[in-house]
C-alpha cells in the first residue's frame, strides 16, 4: 500500500510545473496541501490531514528541478542563431491517397523561390502545411481537391539551431515551451529536425516570444 508521502510526490510530479514553483518558494505550502487533500483521501482510501500533506510536501526533494536547470544552464550557452519568419499560415489536410502526390508537385514549383517557407508535418490522419502567404495560392490551388480540416493565417515562426549537445541533454523542450506558457503564448505548432526547433506563433506575439528566446540565451 502506498505511504502519504508517495502519494503526494506522485500526485505533483503529474501536475506541470509545480515542482519547480515549490523549489522557488512561490507556492505556499499549507494552500496546496488543502487544493490536493481530496485526491490524496481518494487515492489512499482514507482521510488524510493537511498537517500529514503539509509534512509530505515539504520533504520532496527537488533533485529533478536541479538536474533539469543543470542541463539548462550548459544548453543555454550553446544556444546558436534564431530566425524569425512572418506573413505565415497554417493548413490541415485529411491524409488521402492523393495528397503526398499533390505536396510533392508543390515541392517542384516553389524549389526555386528561396523567399518561401514550407514545412509538411504529416501524422497518421491528418497533414500540416505551415506556409509563406506568397506561395499560398499556389499551394491552395493544387490542394483543392483535398478535404480541408483547419487553417489558421497571421502567423509567424522562431527556428532554433540547437547544439549537438541538445540530444543528451533532458528538460530542453520542457524548458523553452514552459516560458512560453507563462507568458500565455499560445504555440500553434512545434516542427523540429535533429538541430533545428521551430515554434509557430500567433503574429501579434512574436516579439514577445523573440524575448522570451533571448533571455533563455543570456541565462
Known amino acids: 500500500m ?3 508521502q508517495e502519494t503526494v510526490e ?3 510530479n503529474q501536475t506541470p510545473f509545480i515542482e519547480e514553483a515549490l523549489h522557488d518558494k512561490l507556492i505556499n505550502v499549507s494552500s496546496l496541501a488543502r487544493e490536493i487533500q ?3 483521501a481518494k487515492r489512499l482510501s482514507k482521510e488524510v490531514k493537511t498537517g500529514a500533506i503539509m509534512m509530505a510536501i515539504n520533504r520532496i526533494s527537488p533533485v ?3 538536474r533539469i536547470r ?3 544552464r550548459s544548453f543555454s550557452l550553446e544556444l546558436k542563431d534564431f530566425m524569425v519568419r512572418s506573413d505565415l499560415l497554417d493548413l490541415t489536410f485529411k491524409n488521402s491517397g492523393s495528397l503526398q502526390k499533390q505536396i510533392a508537385k508543390i515541392y517542384e514549383k516553389i524549389n526555386s523561390n528561396r523567399d518561401s517557407f514550407f514545412t509538411v508535418s504529416q501524422g497518421i490522419f491528418e497533414t500540416n502545411l505551415v506556409l509563406s502567404s506568397n506561395i499560398e495560392d499556389v499551394v491552395r490551388t493544387a ?3 483535398e478535404e480541408l480540416i483547419h487553417s489558421i493565417q497571421e502567423l509567424a515562426s522562431i527556428t532554433i539551431k540547437l547544439p549537438k549537445s541538445n ?3 533532458s528538460g530542453i523542450y520542457y524548458f523553452i515551451l514552459k516560458q512560453f506558457a507563462w507568458a500565455n503564448i499560445s504555440v500553434q505548432e512545434i ?3 535533429t538541430h533545428e526547433i521551430t515554434l509557430i506563433v500567433k503574429e501579434r506575439d512574436i516579439q514577445k516570444s523573440f524575448q522570451i528566446l533571448m533571455n533563455v540565451k543570456s541565462k
Open 70 to 72: 543543470k542541463n539548462i
Open 143 to 145: 490542394l483543392k481537391q
Open 191 to 193: 516542427i523540429s529536425t
Open 38 to 40: 481530496p485526491e490524496v
Open 10 to 12: 506522485e500526485i505533483i
Open 2 to 4: 502506498k505511504t502519504i
Open 167 to 169: 540530444l543528451e541533454q
Open 64 to 66: 529533478h528541478v536541479l
